[in-house]
């Protein structure tokens, strides 16, 4: 196999090469961009808290029962492991305040501490790995009014803030502890589910919530971002942190935006606005999701809008100014197949986006010869892309085409069956 893949992939070269595309050049690329793994795909998005937990709250729902959730730190990382042996490069993990090792004390999220999370860090060293980290703020009594940072309630609002302060000094810690970086994404779900009068005075209780959290700076080892929604379930007509509430604040104090797949209207494409932001922003976060019909987190696949999204990137030069991260959750397939499913086809887009002669594109477009520009495009589509991929998962030694599957049937029958 490894042999026919060789021979397939000299003369996929080739072919690339006429259209002034270096491919090996293009896999090593590849090869650099680490994605984040959000952890939540593992079980469904419940955490580790020993507190009674209260339903997730904004919208954020896993549907399905498929056998085998992890259960345990232990066993989520199991699962992580095995995931990422399928999936080609070396990436990054997500995970949310929720998911620490509070063994069997309750600690609620204002009392949150680093050692809560030192077993991640050393998991995540012992790999090799990237750890982003984030508040929670969400599946907690304190949220079940539907407002966290944003409430009128100045309680509610303090023990908040309190919390996401502690998460960004965690996060600071995991960054410089791992020499490296980690990104804190904050995601409230305040909002109404029916017309809100009182808009302005929500948002303005969000922002001043906001000033006290970021009012303390990190260095390098924190990257902060903001992420916002159109509305959830429970938040159809209101959302708190919309995307111009955040998109102002963070221009206004360096942060970045993070633009969730889903968080939009469902025929608007994110990949638009990241040209735009950039512009004014020196970084960008992205959450590949793939809503269908509303904000579903269905598994992220290689289709029309995450090829919009990369090639947005790649054509704008601006792979190292992004951030992409995974964020969907899905119950009815077996999880494991969820995150190699997802970050394959995420990969995929990249590469796809990267196996394009931008030059040559811009030269067209630049001369004003669109009718070249169309005929190049869509002599692209047909070009020998899953050679070069299958190359790619070659180099990184997994598994190409479907025998990552069967590696997974094997773990569902080892492992995840015997999960009582
Ligand atoms: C919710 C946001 C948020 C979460 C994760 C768990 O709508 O997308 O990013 O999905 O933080
Ligand atoms: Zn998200």
Redesign the pocket.
């Given at each position: 196999m490894e042999h026919t893949i060789n021979g397939a992939y000299e003369s996929a070269r080739d072919n690339y090469a006429r259209l002034n595309v270096d491919t090996d050049k293009v896999l090593e690329l590849l090869g650099a961009q680490a994605i984040s793994i959000?952890c939540?795909q593992g079980d469904d998005?419940r955490g580790f808290e020993k507190m009674d937990s209260s339903a997730a709250s904004?919208?954020?729902q896993a549907t399905g029962s498929y056998p085998g959730k992890a259960r345990t730190i232990h066993e989520l990382q199991q699962d992580l492991e095995k995931a990422l042996t399928l999936i080609p490069g070396t990436h990054r993990i997500n995970i949310?305040a929720m998911y620490g090792e509070f063994h069997d004390s309750v600690v609620d999220r204002d009392a949150i501490e680093k050692r809560h999370f030192q077993g991640w860090i050393d998991w995540a060293r012992a790999l090799g790995l990237g750890l982003d980290f984030?508040a929670?703020l969400?599946r907690h009594p304190k949220a079940d009014s539907g407002f966290t940072l944003s409430s009128k309630d100045p309680g509610i609002r303090r023990f908040w803030v309190e919390h996401v302060k502690q998460c960004r000094s965690i996060g600071a810690a995991i960054g410089k502890e791992l020499s490296g970086f980690c990104i804190h994404?904050l995601?409230i779900?305040d909002g109404m589910k029916d017309t809100c009068i009182d808009k302005y005075g929500y948002r303005a209780l969000l922002k001043r919530s906001l000033d006290d959290i970021y009012a303390v700076r990190y260095d390098d080892h924190l990257k902060d971002a903001v992420?916002s929604?159109l509305f959830?379930i429970g938040s159809e007509s209101f959302v708190a942190g919309s995307h111009e509430f955040y998109l102002g604040y963070a221009i206004t104090h360096d942060i970045m935006v993070?633009l969730?797949m889903?968080?939009f209207h469902p025929t608007e494409s994110i990949a638009d606005k990241i040209t735009a932001i950039l512009q004014f922003s020196p970084g960008i976060m992205l959450?590949v999701?793939r809503g269908v019909r509303w904000?579903s987190?269905h598994v992220a696949v290689l289709d029309d809008q995450l090829r919009d999204v990369t090639q947005a990137l790649v054509r704008a030069q601006a792979l190292d100014r992004a951030h992409i991260a995974l964020?969907?959750?899905d119950a009815s397939i077996n999880r494991i197949s969820a995150w190699v499913i997802g970050a394959r086809a995420t990969l995929k887009a990249l590469l796809y986006a990267l196996l394009e002669p931008t030059d040559v594109l811009i030269k067209h477009e630049t001369t004003g010869d669109y009718t070249a520009r169309l005929a190049l495009l869509e002599e692209l589509k047909t070009l020998p892309f899953n050679t070069v991929w299958d190359r790619f998962c070659l180099l990184h030694n997994v598994p190409f085409e479907n025998a990552w599957l069967n590696e997974v049937r094997h773990y569902e029958r080892e492992v995840l069956l015997k999960r009582t």
């Open positions: 959000q939540w998005v904004g919208g954020i949310h984030n929670t969400f994404d995601w779900p992420e929604k959830g993070c969730d889903g968080h959450h999701s904000d987190d964020d969907y959750f």
